[in-house]
């Protein structure tokens, strides 16, 4: 590349999903910055980070990624088109903030939430679990099993009598959790007294 001679800035790129591809060679000018390892997979929302003499980083989002074919003896390469970031947006970007309130919260990150969230209390959780056992477990000697094993927890007094109940259904559920795992929160709060 005509211009290989005057690469002297090494960037990182990282990418969307956190990945850092280091050390590339490059030429950092403005809003563009030129390099021609195009075997980097650089896409636009992607950073390119700059590490300063004095230990500080500058941080360059990727507006367009600007590729190149080889052409007349040029070899192909990236002019970026780029946007410097201040440390104030980098420290958004890298920090947000999460906020978590109601009833079963949780946070997915860079994950899909397969998660049910029920919100259960008193004898409701009995009867949602029972309709749940009866809709989805196919094999009747299983779904007998568990029926039986609710209705001992249901009609429990003292909460020794409903932990036997509570391992006996837990030990006949076990093919089952996908189904019984959104009640088990539930479920957990009739230890604290006796349902």
């Known amino acids: 590349m005509p211009f290989s001679g005057m690469m002297n800035d090494i960037v990182a790129l990282v990418k969307q999903d956190g990945t850092v591809f280091p ?14 390892d195009v075997q980097i997979p650089l896409e636009e929302g992607d950073h390119l980070e ?15 990624r ?3 074919d080889k052409f007349h003896g040029i070899p192909a390469h990236y002019q970026a088109k780029v946007r410097k970031l201040t440390t104030i947006e980098v420290e958004r ?4 903030g999460i906020s978590i309130h109601g009833d079963n919260s949780r946070v997915n ?17 009995f009867e ?11 094999a009747e000697s299983e779904r007998d099993s568990l029926l039986v ?18 391992q006996r259904f ?24 006796g349902a």
Not at 52 to 58: A, D, H, S, Y
Not at 93 to 96: L, N, V
């Open 23 to 36: 050390n590339i060679k490059s030429v950092v000018s403005g809003s563009s910055i030129v390099f021609d």
């Open 50 to 64: 700059r590490k300063l003499p004095n230990g500080l980083k500058e941080t360059y989002v990727v507006l367009d």
């Open 66 to 68: 600007g590729y190149y």
């Open 93 to 96: 970007i890298m920090r947000p």
């Open 109 to 125: 990150i860079n994950s899909t939430d397969r998660s049910s969230n029920l919100v259960l209390n008193g004898s409701d959780v």
């Open 128 to 138: 949602k679990l029972s309709q749940a056992i009866r809709e989805r477990v196919a």
């Open 149 to 166: 094993a609710i209705e001992g927890m249901r009609s429990s007094n003292q909460q020794d009598e409903f932990l036997a109940h509570y």
């Open 170 to 193: 837990i030990a006949s559920a076990a093919n089952h959790m996908t189904i019984i795992g959104p009640f088990l929160p539930a479920l957990a709060k009739f230890f604290g007294g």
